[in-house]
Nanobody, 126 residues
Framework: VQLQASGGGLVQAGGSLRLSCAAS????????MGWFRQAPGKEREFVAS????????YYSDSVKGRFTISRDNAKNMVYLQMNSLKPEDTAIYYC????????????????????WGQGTLVTVSS
């Protein structure tokens, strides 16, 4: 299984970015997908997750209302639209694929994910 994240960059506070993650190597539509982030000196933290159909989405409190996760099962892609970015959103962002097919629930813990992309850096300047 391979995950390739892209779309990071430098943006001013209040701006927007759209992250993309291309998946291959397994039946994409059977698995939850998640976005996590890790800032320097901090642990990796949950950002958002999306169920295998895309019908259920979950967010951390810190990004709720600003970020939107979506997926296109026909293209094996998952996206993270980030609006109203803040300097505290600066981090490396990772996409991840669940270890279990047909999972349910929030799936917000790192332990639930078996495969990870290489990360894409998002820097928000003040």
């Amino acid at each position: 299984v391979q995950l390739q994240a892209s779309g990071g960059g430098l943006v001013q506070a209040g701006g927007s970015l759209r992250l993309s993650c291309a998946a291959s190597g397994r039946t994409f539509s059977r698995y939850y997908m998640g976005w996590f982030r890790q800032a320097p000196g901090k642990e990796r933290e949950f950002v958002a997750s999306i169920s295998w159909t895309g019908g259920n989405t979950y967010y951390s409190d810190s990004v709720k209302g600003r970020f939107t996760i979506s997926r296109d099962n026909a293209k094996n892609m998952v996206y993270l639209q980030m609006n109203s970015l803040k300097p505290e959103d600066t981090a490396i962002y990772y996409c991840a694929s669940d270890r279990e097919s047909w999972a349910a629930g929030r799936r917000s813990e790192v332990q639930w994910y078996a495969y990870w992309g290489q990360g894409t850096l998002v820097t928000v300047s003040s």
